[in-house]
């Protein structure tokens, strides 16, 4: 019965997706996402418009490394942004080529997990934005929902769990160099003015595909609290709640 159902599971996982990751077709879109996005150096200090100037041999070598299982990102640069609170924001900005690669992963991951995603999470999502969270917000208080409680996750990108992270990634992904590739970049640490820092929990927010491993490690929250019977909208680790 237990290897049974371990096929029945596996029927709704995908296999073989690290082709389409490094497919030429997939980098250079991946690419055009990237210069598109703008964003600085990371600790190599190459810029976009740098990357672009040999930008068919970058692909080219991407690609090489991917094939050949050799493909390591580099460690994300720290970057402190100021928040409207007074605090600082930690971001980590991950070099151009590691973008690149990123974005190539979101790419294919992304359909693969938006089949499974609820309405309620807007944030960092195709065909959705903060404006359309707000909008569904007005027509539950219109419906009679009057009391609210706003309530945001503290840390919540740098303190995720990588192993719940890679759990929750396999219950729809079954390629085992796809998710070695996620999970070394979850791994791949943060230079902090100039030391290197181990990173042992936490998805840097600055990668491309952050946002997308924060929405399938809160997907879960949003299946229980609607078990629950909560009515909530959630935009990435910030979440209002309606009764």
């Known amino acids: 019965m237990k290897k049974w159902n371990q096929q029945y599971h596996d029927k709704f996982k995908e296999f073989a997706l690290i082709h389409k990751v490094w497919s030429e077709k997939n980098l250079v879109q991946a690419?055009?996402?990237v210069k598109a996005n703008k964003g600085s150096a990371g600790v190599d200090g190459i810029t976009i418009e740098q990357f672009e100037q040999?930008?068919?041999?970058?692909l080219n070598e991407i690609q090489r490394l991917l094939k050949e299982k050799r493909y390591e990102p580099r460690p994300v640069l720290r970057v402190l942004i100021p928040k409207d609170n007074g605090k600082m924001r930690k971001l980590g900005i991950p070099t151009v080529r590691d973008r690149v690669v990123q974005q190539a992963l979101k790419n294919?991951?992304?359909?693969i997990f938006e089949e499974i995603f609820l309405p309620q999470s807007h944030g960092y999502r195709p065909n959705t934005n903060a404006h359309a969270a707000v909008r569904k917000?007005?027509?539950f208080i219109r419906r009679g929902y009057h009391w609210v409680v706003d309530a945001d996750i503290e840390g919540f990108f740098d303190h995720v769990d990588h192993q719940i992270m890679m759990d929750l990634v396999c219950e729809k992904v079954a390629d085992g160099r796809v998710?070695?590739?996620i999970e070394s970049f979850l791994k791949s640490g943060i230079m902090n003015d100039d030391v290197f820092e181990e990173s042992i929990e936490?998805?840097?927010q600055g990668g491309n595909i952050s946002p997308l491993l924060s929405n399938i490690y809160l997907n879960h929250f949003?299946?229980?609290m609607g078990d629950y019977g909560y009515l909530l909208l959630r935009y990435a680790d910030d979440i209002v709640i309606f009764w």
């Open 31 to 33: 690419w055009k996402s």
């Open 54 to 58: 040999n930008l068919q041999q970058n």
């Open 108 to 111: 294919v991951l992304e359909p």
């Open 137 to 139: 917000g007005e027509v």
């Open 179 to 181: 998710l070695s590739l």
């Open 202 to 204: 936490g998805t840097p």
């Open 222 to 224: 949003d299946r229980r």
